[in-house]
Structure formats: C-alpha cells, structure tokens
C-alpha cells in the first residue's frame, strides 16, 4: 500500500523558512517523480514544485522559483521542500504527491494528508 | 501555461441523480485530462486518466469523456459519498501541472 506522510508544517513569520518532510512507503521510490501541491484556505490546488525521480531534474511554479528548493533522499525514501522568504500566500495545505512517471512530472496518482504551513506575524 | 476552466463552479444535485462537470483547456491538450475527487478536510484522490480511464478502485459510475480541448466528467446515480470537489488536470504540457478551478458538488 502507497503511503505519503508529511511532515514539518507549522506558524513562520513572514521571511522566515520551514521544510517540509515526505516519507514515502509501499512503492519503490527511486522510481518516480515526486511533486509538492498546495492548497490556500478555501481555494483550489496549486502545483509547487517536482523532482525526477533519481533527483536530476527539479521544477518549480513561477509563484516559487527562487525561493523553495525541491530534493529527495532515495535511501532514505524521503521528499523534502526546503521554504525560504516565506509569504503570507504561501498559506497553505502542502501535500506529497506521487506521479505515474520516472523522468517527469504529469500527474499525481497518489497524495499524502497533507501539512499546513502558516505565514503569520 | 495551459489554462484550464471548469464549469459550473458549483452543482446541487440529489441522490440517484446524473451530472455532468465541464472542463475547458485553453489549447488542445489531446487526451491528457485527469479528474480528481476532493472530499472536505481530505487530500484530492485521483478518479480518472487520460480523459477516460477510470483509476483502480474507483466505481464505474463515474465516467469521463473528452479530447481535444473540451472533457466532462460524469457520475450515474449519484451516492452520497460523491457529494464533494471535483478538479480537471492538464497532462499534456508539463511542468506547470494546471488544475481548474474546482467543482463544488452539493446535495439538494
């Protein structure tokens, strides 16, 4: 059974940083690409960022280039997304996601519960 | 970016019934549309790929259709467990992954 659990959500003051965990199970993590999805408070869901699976190739939305960096840990079997400047917009629900395919991000087949991140003074 | 519109925004529907969910993607994106189902305080889980293909486990009354730019999703007799959001994914030109707006579907 696929299981995504994050983790490291939490209250940051503005320009502050946090990083999120995903710990992955039940699949062979090295062979998919990873991407983080968001969802602000009441809205719909945002794209963040994704990963290759052997951790080559990262992208980004336009909304946080330059400012969050995507990685992985494949012994560890573990996603992580590295906050930096962070904004009061970037309040959100983050979650983990898996996709279908090794070398690039397409689609999300699987999604963790998700982790709030707060940007609050 | 390939923008995606769905329609309508929110449906009110009762048990038993059928509806049908629009999305619209601002260019040709083939067949490469997902659906997604979100209930209240849960992460999204993915129904269907690749306009038609229903994801394992999920139950054959759900059904989509589409290619091209224009795709609906479509619930037969509708159970009360359906009642929840629904959102459109473009696959074709990736990254960006762009979802629509979401599909509020409520009970009448």
């Known amino acids: 059974e696929v299981q995504l659990l994050e983790s490291g959500g939490g209250l940051v003051q503005p320009g502050g940083s946090l990083r999120l965990s995903c710990a992955a199970s039940g699949f062979t993590f090295s062979s998919y690409a990873m991407s983080w999805v968001r969802q602000a408070p009441g809205k719909g869901l945002e794209w963040v960022s994704g990963?290759?699976?052997?951790?080559?190739?990262?992208y980004y939305a336009d909304s946080v280039k330059g400012r969050f960096t995507i990685s992985r840990d494949n012994s560890k079997n573990t996603l992580y997304m590295q906050m930096n400047s962070l904004r009061g917009e970037d309040t959100a629900v983050y979650y983990c996601t898996k996709d279908i395919n090794s070398g690039y991000v397409r689609l999300c087949d699987y999604w963790g519960q998700g982790t709030l991140v707060t940007v609050s003074s | 970016d390939i923008q995606m519109a769905q329609s309508p925004s929110s449906l009110s529907a009762s048990v038993g019934d059928t509806v049908t969910i629009t999305c619209r993607a601002s260019?040709?994106?083939?067949?490469?549309l997902n659906w997604y189902q979100q209930k209240p305080g849960k992460a999204p889980k993915l129904l269907i790929y690749t306009a038609s293909s229903l994801q394992s486990g999920v139950p054959s009354r759900f059904s989509g259709s589409g290619s091209g730019t224009d795709f609906t999703l479509s619930i037969s007799s509708l159970q009360p467990e359906d009642f929840a959001t629904y959102y459109c994914?473009?696959?074709?030109?990736?990254?960006?992954?762009?979802f629509g707006q979401g599909t509020r579907l409520e009970i009448k």
């Open positions: 260019q040709s994106i083939s067949s490469y």
């Open positions: 994914q473009q696959s074709y030109s990736t990254p960006p992954l762009t």
């Open positions: 990963i290759s699976g052997r951790g080559g190739n990262t």
